[in-house]
């Protein structure tokens, strides 16, 4: 309690942004860890400022003035029960260790652990602004420029930003690789004194000397910010990769022969050493009557001289600063060792866990690049492995409100990402997934994530390849009919011709339906209107509302799966918005009924659906299966397999997380449905990313429709990647018959 009181104030001054809670969570942990790490944490926590040395240096004199007093306390107590004659009785100890393995941490955990208390509010607070203010584009903040105090909503957010530096320069050390600077988008930074390198080089969306209370964004100056954020960003993302490659230790920390034969040669020549081995030979053999001996003892004199004034002045020769920054690097790749073991050891701590690991890491087939990296480029490895790269994904980050995988980058503002190429990407989550595809074995090339003008540009061309759908699936039952919308099918982008890959179900696979019901399910359907790349409103769409498209894409794929397994029990139906629930098992008879327990409402949230889904499988199977308290459930190789549909209506704000989390499994088989609005360049954006994710994951398939939907087409298409195989039109055709359902007794 006395550490705390006197370390509580001050550490207040140094991190002012962070509440009273995070400062004596700070306190607690720090004051768990021996001397040097204490002082390695709070230094990466805080800076290398005279201050943040000066309370590290204080810090763990008093915490070792405080451990000195609770012997001597322990001590009164015994000798006190002595006296009065209770000599034989225990007393309690001081201090009971919990029952529990403490969690690891590590400077990544602990900035992530504070991130995440506001970042999802300041994200909430953020769209609600951009809605409120008519701005469409997630990329543009509101911007309201005053020579005086102003209270208005957006004012009010600028300042909780302000407020939220702290934090950042918390994430920032925890997250920067050395020699690199951070730097923030704060207006009460000094342009002169802020590091950032966006501020001059990219001009504004909104333009200048707009004269309006609140500025609109520029179409113009927007695409001009656009072409200029891409170029500055693939610059500095080279720059930054170059500086770390070159960071790198010249010789194996793993190897200490390497280490030694480095060692042996930091020898400081003489004179006479420095000569060149021909030279030496020809002294040698140089007749010693041909040239008559000159006296350089002058010559060595001067120079003699000349070494001691510049050995007394702390000049060192260019020969010495090689060899001392020999020892430097030597001496810093011993340290990255040992760092690394103890991470690895804290991360890991017993066999199941490192199985588990290593399972992972060669489902998700990084197993090659892993070790390279560990081998060859340590830095990097320690860096990505404080951030957890290497692992399955923590379990309970699911239903956190954010985790590690959803914090916002953005390369404008200094908020940065794990890797040294962070800039660019829209969150961690796509970070470290394209991160992973780019380092799987078997990648070609790099899978670089297009730039925003080239997802647009590609969206435009795939959405203008649609055509009509093939006439012999025409159903008067289909929604648009029923509902009269508009007529005729919208024209459809073509799925890939099928290509088996996992093996075709079996009668021991278990089916299960996952649906999104956002609030986007039961919105009027509409597209967005661009000016150049910036939206500027909404036009609406004549067709079916989502959640009618997908209520009857569920009854058409349920009544044909019940006539391929004759399971006429139904299958499992869980939905998912911002949390999830389990609606139960659905058929032909009751799925009207149990439709009406279905409350539409929401974000978008997908992985709180996956987990839901995965414990209802695993209920099951359990037997087969071990439950890790991290990880999870982990399949074993006795697991049936999950064939799972996902129907989705838009991009879930944890799509890439869900991604991720299926490029480590072989155990899942997720078919994905995506209902779009007919001409929106957004929808054809996802499909995009989707089809990219496919193509790379082959437990992943993908079918899309848009406007009003040709549903037996796409009950088809969904039916063949989620059984297995190709399915002719006249086994399709059986399977669309209803099923010969009969009362329970």
């Known amino acids: 309690m006395a550490l705390e009181q006197w370390a509580l104030p001050q550490l207040s001054e140094l991190l002012p942004s962070l509440d009273e809670g995070s400062l004596k969570q700070i306190i607690v942990y720090t004051d768990a860890l021996p001397d040097a790490k204490a002082a390695e944490h709070l230094s990466g926590l805080l800076g290398d400022s005279p201050q943040a040395l000066e309370f590290i240096a204080s810090f763990n004199k008093h915490r070792s003035a405080a451990a000195v007093a609770i012997p001597k306390q322990v001590s009164d107590t015994k000798d006190s029960a002595q006296v009065n004659g209770s000599k034989d009785e225990e007393l309690p100890p001081a201090y009971a260790p919990p029952s529990y393995r403490r969690p690891h941490t590590n400077t990544v955990i602990e900035a992530a652990h504070i991130r995440a208390r506001d970042e ?14 008519g701005i469409y584009n997630s990329e543009i903040e509101p911007e309201h420029e005053t020579d005086y105090p102003c209270s208005c909503p957006i004012h009010n957010y600028m ?46 969306p909104y333009g200048y000397f707009q004269p309006a209370f609140v500025q609109r964004p520029n179409p113009d100056y927007h695409a001009r910010s656009i072409h200029q954020t891409i170029q500055l960003n693939n610059a500095l993302n080279r720059e930054a990769q170059a500086k770390i490659d070159g960071k790198e230790p010249k010789v194996s920390i793993w190897d200490d022969g390497e280490l030694n034969v480095a060692m042996s ?13 021909a030279e030496k030979a020809s002294d040698e053999m140089r007749p010693s009557n041909s040239v008559p001996p000159r006296n350089d003892n002058s010559a060595s004199s001067k120079s003699s001289k000349l070494a001691s004034v510049r050995k007394s002045l702390g000049i060192r020769s260019s020969e010495e600063k090689a060899v001392a920054k020999a020892k430097e690097e030597i001496g810093r790749g011993r340290e990255i060792r040992k760092a690394i073991l103890a991470e690895e050891q804290g991360r890991w701590p017993d066999e199941q866990w490192r199985q588990i690991v290593a399972v992972y890491q060669e489902k998700v087939g990084m197993t090659s690049k892993i070790a390279h990296l560990r081998a060859r480029q340590p830095i990097q490895y320690l860096h990505l492995l404080r951030a957890g790269y290497f692992e399955p994904i923590p379990v309970a980050w699911a239903g ?58 590609m969206a435009r061309a795939r959405m203008a390849s649609a055509v009509e759908p093939p006439p012999e699936y025409y159903s008067v039952n289909d929604t648009c009919h029923l509902q009269h919308t508009s007529s005729g099918y919208s024209k459809q982008v073509m799925p890939a011709p099928f290509r088996a890959y996992d093996r075709p179900a079996v009668a021991t696979d278990d089916t299960m339906i996952l649906l999104d019901v956002s609030g986007s399910m039961d919105f009027d359907p509409a597209r967005p209107n661009y000016n150049k790349y910036l939206i500027t409103g909404f036009s609406r769409s004549t067709q079916p509302k989502n959640k009618d498209v997908a209520k009857s894409i569920i009854r058409r794929f349920t009544d044909a799966m019940a006539n391929h397994d004759h399971d006429f029990r139904g299958y499992d139906l869980t939905t998912f918005s911002s949390q999830a629930q389990y609606i139960g098992m659905i058929n032909h008879k009751n ?7 279905i409350r539409i409402g929401g974000g978008t949230r997908v992985m709180t659906g996956w987990q839901k889904v995965k414990e209802l499988h695993f209920q099951k199977h359990s037997a087969s299966a071990i439950h890790h308290p991290v990880y999870g459930w982990q399949a074993g190789p006795e697991t049936p397999m999950l064939r799972l549909l996902l129907l989705l209506d838009g991009e879930a704000t944890d799509m890439d997380e869900f991604e991720l989390d299926l490029l480590g499994l072989s155990w899942a088989h997720v078919t994905i449905f995506l209902i779009g609005v007919d001409g929106c360049p957004h ?62 007794a």
């Open 120 to 133: 999802q509010e300041m994200q909430n607070l953020l769209q609600n602004l951009q809605f409120q203010y």
């Open 159 to 204: 300042r909780l930003k302000w407020r939220r530096i702290g934090v950042q320069d918390m994430w920032s050390r925890a997250v920067m690789y050395p020699g690199e600077k951070a730097y923030n988008d704060s207006s009460q930074t000094p342009v002169v004194f802020s590091n950032n390198p966006y501020t001059r080089r990219v001009v504004s």
């Open 265 to 277: 040669n930091m020898t400081i020549a003489t004179a006479g050493d420095r000569k060149q081995p």
């Open 400 to 457: 956190a409100a954010s985790n590690p995988l959803k914090f916002s980058i953005e390369a404008a503002a200094g908020w940065r990402g794990i890797t040294p190429t962070w800039r660019g990407y829209e969150d961690t989550a796509e970070e470290r997934l394209y991160w992973v595809l780019n380092h799987r074995e078997g990648s070609v090339g790099m899978r670089m994530k297009p730039d925003f003008i080239s997802e647009m540009d």
């Open 591 to 597: 799925l009207d009924a149990m439709w009406q327990n």
């Open 683 to 744: 929808h054809h954006r996802h499909a995009n990313e989707l089809q990219r994710i496919s193509d790379v994951n082959h437990h992943v398939s993908f079918i899309d429709a848009q406007g009003n939907t040709p549903e037996r087409f796409v009950t088809h298409e969904l039916l063949k990647r989620h059984l297995g195989y190709e399915i002719s039109m006249s086994e399709f055709e059986r399977m669309e018959e209803l099923p010969p359902y009969t009362e329970m």
